[in-house]
C-alpha cells in the first residue's frame, strides 16, 4: 500500500477528520470498518467500528455499533498488543484461523 494518501473520499459527518483510507470486512452479521482520517493538523488517527445488524420484531433492520478512537501515540503499543493475542490464539487455536474453504488467514 503506497504511503502517499488518495484523494481524500469527502469529510466524514459522524466524526472529525477527513478520511484517508477505509477497509472494511464482513464477518458474518458483522461488519468491521478500519478507517484512517486526517485532522487538520494533518495527524492521522484510526477508527475501528463493528457494525451488527439487527432485525426488528417489525420486520426492519438496524445497526448496532460500537467504535474505538486509536491516537498516533498509541498505535505502536496496540499493533504490538494486538500482535502478541492473535500470536496467542494461532499457536493454541489455529483452526480458528482457517477459512471454509480450508484456507489459513
Known sequence: ????????????????????????????????????KATRGDDYFITITESRKLSNPDGSSSYDRHKIFLYKEDFAKFAGGLSEVIEFIRSCKPEFFKQPQGEEI
Do not use: N, Q, W
Request: glycine share 6%; proline share 8%; with cysteine.
Open 1 to 36: 500500500m503506497s504511503c502517499t494518501p488518495p484523494l481524500k473520499l469527502h469529510p466524514d459527518s459522524e466524526d472529525s477528520g477527513d478520511r484517508i483510507v477505509s477497509k472494511a470486512v464482513k464477518a458474518g452479521r458483522r461488519t468491521y470498518f478500519f478507517d484512517v
